[in-house]
């Protein structure tokens, strides 16, 4: 402990972020050398194996990719919801005397980014989806009511009616959206995809080009196995790997099944730091609680 050590601090999110390995400056090379082993051997002891994810960085980004696309065009649908989802991205960072400082991710992007050729870039087989044919509809329409000039837009906005108007909103609030990531994990898009009540079975199939072919033939036999019949699996397992993966598509187009990453509706802890009125009233109430215990302690006593 007097020659080395690590140091540790608590990052802008709150976790705890640890440092190993550091040592002395007046420590000579030779000490150097044997701690900086032992620490390597120490480090690799506590950390635990790294598991293997499930699926790869690429395919979670196509997959994700499609779940993008599918929450679009469903909030693109509701105009409400989209406002609400905007608003509930600006209102913490307007009001941030009442919120304090929020350390959240969100699905919307308010800098005005859309995400089109992201998921485009990202699903070669995003043409093909029902969501995207949708939103490229909802695009096409919108491109020919609106005026070909910028200089022109204001005044043509402040001409529409009020459904124009929300739902014209809607549809550009649904293409910022953007869920795609390389990891299968809790994302805030799933907030947003909860509150729309999305079906994802509704967007996205099971195929060949857009899964199977994309991960092992023990994983395309797993997954039929499990949701066709141990007896479709065994068919698979004499196949090659190619003819296994269009096998599972005509077993698996119509089933409902999802692969984990789009099951996956968890939330992303929200972690905030601020002062908040009802905090005194609470821990008023928490110093009376005990009072009132240390009260009856000595009661019982008595």
């Not at 993966?245 to 698996?252: D, G, Q, S, V």
């Not at 802890?269 to 609680?289: K, R």
Request: proline share 4%; charged share 30%; with cysteine.
């Amino acid at each position: 402990m007097k020659q080395a050590g690590a140091f540790v601090a608590i990052d802008e999110d709150g976790k705890v972020q640890i440092t190993r390995g550091l040592r002395c400056r007046e420590i000579n090379d030779a000490d150097a050398g044997s701690i900086a082993h032992f620490t390597h051997a120490q480090r690799n002891r506590d950390l635990p194996a790294k598991a293997r994810p499930l699926h790869g960085e690429k395919l979670c980004k196509r997959l994700t990719a499609h779940r993008t696309a599918a929450v679009q065009i469903e909030l693109a649908q509701q105009p409400t919801v989209a406002l609400a989802v905007l608003m509930y991205r600006m209102i913490p960072a307007v009001f941030n005397d009442v919120y304090g400082q929020s350390y959240i991710d969100h699905a919307v992007r308010i800098d005005v980014h859309t995400s089109r050729d992201a998921l485009m870039s990202n699903a070669d087989d995003m043409a093909d989806s029902a969501a995207w044919k949708a939103l490229e509809v909802e695009r096409a329409k919108w491109s020919r009511m609106l005026p070909k000039r910028t200089d022109e837009l204001l005044a043509w906005l402040l001409q529409q009616d009020v459904d124009v108007m929300s739902n014209l909103f809607a549809f550009c609030v649904a293409a910022t959206v953007d869920s795609i990531s390389p990891v299968d994990r809790a994302h805030p898009v799933n907030e947003v995809a909860n509150t729309l009540e999305l079906d994802l079975t509704r967007y996205w199939k099971p195929t060949r080009a857009g899964y199977f072919e994309h991960v092992p033939k023990n994983r395309i036999v797993t997954v039929v196995g499990e949701t066709v019949s141990p007896q479709a699996a065994g068919e698979l397992r004499g196949m090659k790997k190619g003819d296994a993966a269009a096998a599972a598509e005509l077993r698996m187009t119509d089933s409902g099944w999802l692969p984990e990453v789009l099951r996956n509706r968890e939330v992303p802890e929200h972690v905030t730091y601020g002062h908040w009125e009802d905090d005194e009233e609470s821990e008023a109430d928490s110093t009376q609680d005990e009072c009132n215990d240390g009260d009856t302690e000595e009661a019982e006593v008595a």
